[in-house]
């Protein structure tokens, strides 16, 4: 039996419309990436998270309400169980709200979510409107590492005892 893993983000709605609105190629998304936190004149002098968050926060939300992303994340979740049902394992990160993951709980039931938190030394969500997520009757684990490879273990070893344990998604 072998699971199929999909990766997403839920920033990635948010940067593929900013790259579209900006008819940006993918050497200048690269670029700022690499300078996330500076004032770029690409994007008429905001920074590159600074755009993302003013989109977010300032017309996605307000227009489509506080849940769109965790829809977006929902409506690409179906689409990939469509060609592997029942075998998938889908890691979705990026979030620090919990409206984000509601629309995923209502379809696959929270007996089939893990929700992993992320500590790491001298990394907090202070400034930040992000927050850690704690949800009634979900799964969760946290994880501190400093380093790379002892983080990547750590969260295989943890999905891989969720999964060994957790029924199929629908």
């Known amino acids: 039996f072998r699971r199929v893993l999909f990766r997403s983000k ?3 709605p948010i940067k593929a419309a900013l790259k579209a609105m900006f008819e940006f190629h993918e050497d200048e998304v690269n670029y700022l ?3 996330k936190t500076i004032d770029s004149s690409l994007l008429l002098g905001a920074s590159y998270v600074g755009a993302q968050i ?4 300032d017309w996605a939300k307000p227009f489509f309400g506080d849940h769109v992303f965790g829809l977006l994340a929902a409506r690409h979740l179906r689409n990939a169980f469509k060609a592997y049902p029942k075998q998938a394992v889908f890691v979705c990160s990026d979030t620090g ?3 984000e993951v509601l629309p995923l709980l209502n379809i696959f039931g929270k007996k089939n979510v893990l929700l992993v938190r992320l500590f790491r030394d001298g990394k907090t969500f202070e400034g930040d409107s992000r927050s850690y ?3 009634d009757g979900v799964s969760s684990v946290s994880v501190m590492n400093t380093s790379i490879d002892a983080y990547r273990q750590e969260i295989d070893d943890v999905v891989a005892d969720f999964l060994s344990c957790a029924p199929c998604p629908v």
């Open 97 to 99: 709200f919990s409206n």
């Open 133 to 135: 997520i704690h949800l």
């Open 33 to 35: 990436e690499s300078i």
């Open 54 to 57: 003013s989109f977010s926060e």
């Open 10 to 12: 839920m920033s990635g």
